[in-house]
């Protein structure tokens, strides 16, 4: 416990409090206070405002997109293969690169675009606002979808037979009932969505154009004009708002968690059985998840032409490229990193998860905080922290009592901090998958283990683990798919001796070597897939332990 | 106020076709008639039907095929938002981000109720249910009796032609269930509302209803006043479920209409019977445990299991092959007896009752749940 302890607490304040200080200190010293004025009065704080503008555009779509897939999902009757095919839709971005959809987007509907341009004649310009909204909409959606989605399963079906049985038009129940006790959930999607949109550093490069925001011109600060006292103010520009936003949505997606107050829900969902209202329904969501396809369909094409769109010749010279080529080093050092991070974050999260659930020490609180940071903080203002806090080794006395991490000579070329990046950026998701499993197994089993002789750490090791097995697992999942996907945290922390894959996206879709960038894009959701299987296999499938956590089935023997 | 509501149901059959499993008939040709102001309970174990026919009553289900009518007119096809009914759910379901004040005040908004007049009514409600004073309170604050009365308040101030209750205390601990049961059967009297009450628990039947329908696998098994039921029970599965019982094979010596002299556990006597059962006939008599005097008469016994339950002992008497349950509540005057033990009973020959020939022989299934 001690030993638990000790760890998380060295690791939430080296690895996040840290840096997410020293950038705090920069930006509070006299020569910063001009950047500031700068950048919060005209003409500048044009960036701020389109910002928010971009946050609030994003978060309302992809709201709205979350709500009708998981309405569609839940309550209308369709064929299961069309729900199933929906479904996977809508998670498909989730272990997708951030540049992956821009790319499709600019492919299909840019100036030169096959649809906008080839099929429909337009001159149609996808950068700038409008393109950033319909891609990070559709990229961002997944998390709003599976909340209410979740949410709208565990809504007592009674309830709406009670408001119908109480006289209440279809209509009235879903505004009366239905809607309000989504609010929460929708709330805490909302502004879920509205944080993502504000830390996302890809596509404001890719496809902001003329737009710039916060994460953009940072990025532009940083890597154009080695400006890194601009970046530490941009940085807190952006760390404000994020962090207050999360941490209301945080306080929401509790709420959300404890709609039903009594009973056991009965029955299957209500169906929505108005003919017309159903089929606008799934026909909106089937047009977005056949727009999902056609995005991923032109992603895998383009990764088998020289040019797409301009040069269909199908060649495998891009997977040559990535794979046996100038790209290895990037899959394998990533994949490397990936993996390194992937576990460590796991049980990092499953045990600062016990410590929070179960722990009697003061400051619970306060470590549920801090290791939260880690999501809430946008990356790229973690970029500029670990590069003032761990570009110069700390040294006591002469002694560095801490090695220099970040850039090219730092420890390991820098991969020591990428590593530490990803851990930083994925342990929340274990911890709180893990925290909602420990909240659901009742102390006492644990209490038994202990009076039958075991200490806390067998205790942890032989039963509540293997009780938390699924979210473990989640929380591996996400790890992984998160570590790979990054972007925004690593990319002012990559150095030639550690090449990172979505890194090299950005490079060549900079070059406008598409091919390529869609390659490393391919190769990438693959090998995120495949682990995904891995660990299923590895760890096994939920079901048998939810089974086991389940007092009205009998207990399997394992 | 208008005269309560007689409910009628005419061949009610619902069929559930799922595309995994083969169809399932829930509920088979089902006819009821209810008188206006009675109470009146579904009971069986679970998956008799009870519940899908309460949901066909209030329009959650459409019938497959015969007719729900409400003082002669046909419902079947109404939504339900148009049946006015009031439901009591199994969860309760209280709207969990309403007032209770707001969830009672839910389907007197709907009928355009406002201001002092809804808030009078609301309060009268509250009142009636014993919650006064607890409006604004939210249902997660209030204890499982109470969200039930809430539940009970909501379905009530609409004044429902029919109140419909879904096993709403299977959810409560036993005392609570007790006197919760007393309590809706006062707001009912009180009211007059003609009330479907579905329920697996006997002794809730009993104490609530003007009328049991016992159910078993989608058909009515028998229906009748509680009594009546419980002494004369139409089949096996009737006087098993309802209760407990001794099934006692008899041979009949001479039926009349309404009782029979038959040979019962070697001994002659007349005991109530249904008709139509021919002399010389083996046929099933059922004696109730409470209808064995031990202590007392011709017969001779041995205890096999013997357990005291402080009011009444209870005992499993063996007369030659047959095995038999008894309760004795007079065991302060006879004292007890251990196992082993030879004892004197008899048969209360006037509490027996011979069922119909070639009744089913199916018992019904053991009830975990019953108190």
């Known amino acids: 416990m001690t030993v638990a302890l000790t760890l998380a607490v060295a690791f939430v304040v080296i690895a996040i409090a840290w840096p997410i200080l020293s950038m705090v200190g920069s930006s509070l010293t006299g020569e910063a206070l001009p950047v500031f004025v700068r950048y919060l009065t005209p003409p500048q704080n044009q960036i701020l405002i389109n910002t928010v503008i971009l946050g609030l555009s994003v978060a309302t779509l992809g709201s709205l997109l979350g709500f009708l897939f998981a309405y569609v999902q839940v309550r209308v009757p369709l064929p299961r293969l069309m729900k199933r095919f929906m479904h996977l839709m809508a998670l498909l971005p989730i272990v997708s690169p951030p540049f992956a959809l821009a790319l499709a987007a600019i492919i299909l509907f840019g100036r030169a675009g096959f649809i906008t341009h080839d099929l429909l004649g337009l001159d149609v310009n996808i950068y700038g606002l409008h393109g950033m909204v319909l891609v990070m909409s559709l990229s961002f959606f997944p998390v709003a979808y599976i909340t209410l989605s979740g949410l709208l399963r565990a809504l007592d079906p009674a309830l709406d037979e009670a408001a119908t049985n109480l006289g209440a038009s279809r209509w009235r129940t879903f505004r009366t009932v239905t809607l309000p006790l989504l609010l929460p959930g929708i709330a805490s999607g909302f502004l879920l969505l509205f944080v993502e949109a504000l830390a996302d550093l890809g596509n404001p490069i890719v496809l902001g154009g003329n737009f710039q925001v916060l994460a953009s011109r940072l990025y532009l600060a940083i890597i154009g004009q080695y400006d890194v006292l601009a970046g530490a103010v941009l940085g807190i520009l952006l760390l404000v708002p994020s962090l207050i936003v999360y941490f209301v949505h945080r306080y929401y997606a509790e709420r959300a968690s404890v709609v039903s107050v009594t009973g056991k829900p009965s029955g299957r969902p209500i169906e929505l059985t108005h003919r017309p209202v159903a089929i606008i329904l799934t026909a909106l969501a089937m047009l977005v998840s056949l727009l999902v396809a056609l995005m991923y369909g032109t992603i895998v094409f383009g990764a088998f032409t020289n040019l797409v769109g301009v040069d269909n010749t199908l060649t495998l010279d891009n997977f040559a490229f990535v794979l046996f080529g100038y790209g290895l080093k990037a899959v394998s050092d990533t994949v490397l990193l990936a993996g390194i991070a992937t576990p460590i974050a796991g049980l990092l999260g499953v045990v600062i998860a016990f410590l929070v659930v179960r722990g009697q020490f003061i400051g619970r609180g306060a470590l549920d905080f801090g290791t939260m940071l880690g999501v809430a903080v946008p990356g790229t203002v973690f970029g500029i922290g670990y590069l003032l806090a761990f570009n110069t080794p700390l040294e006591v006395g002469g002694f560095a009592i801490f090695p220099k991490l970040t850039g090219g000579a730092g420890l390991l070329g820098g991969a020591v901090a990428i590593v530490l990046i990803f851990i930083v950026r994925s342990t929340p998701g274990g911890l709180r998958s893990g925290a909602a499993a420990l909240q659901q197994i009742d102390p006492t089993i644990e209490e038994a283990s202990v009076s039958l002789g075991a200490d806390q750490a067998t205790t942890f090791r032989r039963v509540v683990l293997p009780l938390i097995r699924p979210a473990f697992l989640t929380g591996l999942i996400y790890s992984f798919a998160r570590s790979m996907t990054a972007i925004s945290a690593i990319i002012f922390l990559t150095t030639p001796a550690t090449r990172i894959m979505t890194q090299q996206i950005l490079n060549e879709t900079n070059s406008a070597r598409f091919g390529n960038a869609l390659a490393y894009c391919v190769i990438l959701i693959l090998i995120v897939c495949v682990a995904i299987g891995l660990l299923y296999l590895i760890i096994g499938s939920s079901t048998r332990v939810d089974r086991a956590l389940d007092p009205t089935t009998t207990v399997p023997s394992t | ?371």
């Open chain 2, 1 to 371: 106020m208008t005269a309560p509501a007689m409910v009628k149901l005419e061949r009610l059959t619902k069929r559930f076709r799922s595309p995994e499993t083969r169809e399932v008939v829930a509920v088979d040709d089902v006819s009821l008639e209810l008188a206006g102001g009675s109470f009146v309970t579904l009971l069986g174990p679970s998956g008799c039907g009870k519940t899908t026919t309460l949901r066909l009553i209030a329009g959650f289900e459409t019938p497959t095929t015969g007719r729900i009518l409400v003082d002669g007119a046909d419902v079947s096809r109404r939504t339900p938002d148009k049946r006015e009914m009031g439901m009591v759910f199994q969860s309760y379901a209280l709207f969990p981000h309403l007032t209770v004040f707001e969830n009672v005040a839910y389907g007197l908004r709907l009928r355009r109720r406002s201001g002092s007049d809804l808030r009078a009514a609301v309060e009268r409600t509250l009142a009636l249910v014993n919650l006064h004073g607890l409006g604004g309170r939210r249902p997660s604050e209030l204890s499982g009796g109470q969200q039930q009365r809430v539940a009970l308040a909501r379905a009530m101030a609409i004044e429902p032609r029919v109140l419909l209750f879904d096993e709403p205390l299977s959810n409560l601990d036993a005392k609570l269930r007790v006197s919760l049961r007393a309590e809706i059967r006062r707001i009912q009297q009180q009211l007059g509302i003609t009330s479907v009450y579905v329920t697996h628990d006997q002794s809730e039947a009993m104490a609530l209803s003007d009328v049991v329908v016992v159910m078993n696998a989608g058909r009515v098994e028998q229906t009748g006043p509680p009594d009546q039921v419980y002494r004369r029970p139409a089949t096996r599965f009737v006087a098993d479920f309802i209760g407990r019982a001794n099934f006692v094979e008899v041979e009949v010596v001479a039926p009349d209409a309404e009782s029979a002299e038959v040979t019962i556990l070697g001994q002659r006597m007349r005991i109530p019977a249904a008709t139509g059962h021919r002399a010389g006939s083996i046929a099933t008599a059922v004696v109730r445990p409470e209808s064995i005097r031990v202590g007392a008469g011709d017969l001779r016994a041995t205890v096999q299991r013997s357990t005291f339950l402080g009011p009444l002992a209870e005992y499993e008497l063996s007369i030659g092959d047959q095995v038999l349950l008894a309760v004795d509540p007079d065991w302060m005057g006879g004292g007890l007896h251990g196992v082993g033990e030879e004892v004197a009973c008899s048969v209360r020959a006037d509490q027996a009752y011979m069922l119909p020939p070639n009744a089913p022989a199916e018992v019904a299934p053991e009830d975990p749940d019953a108190v």
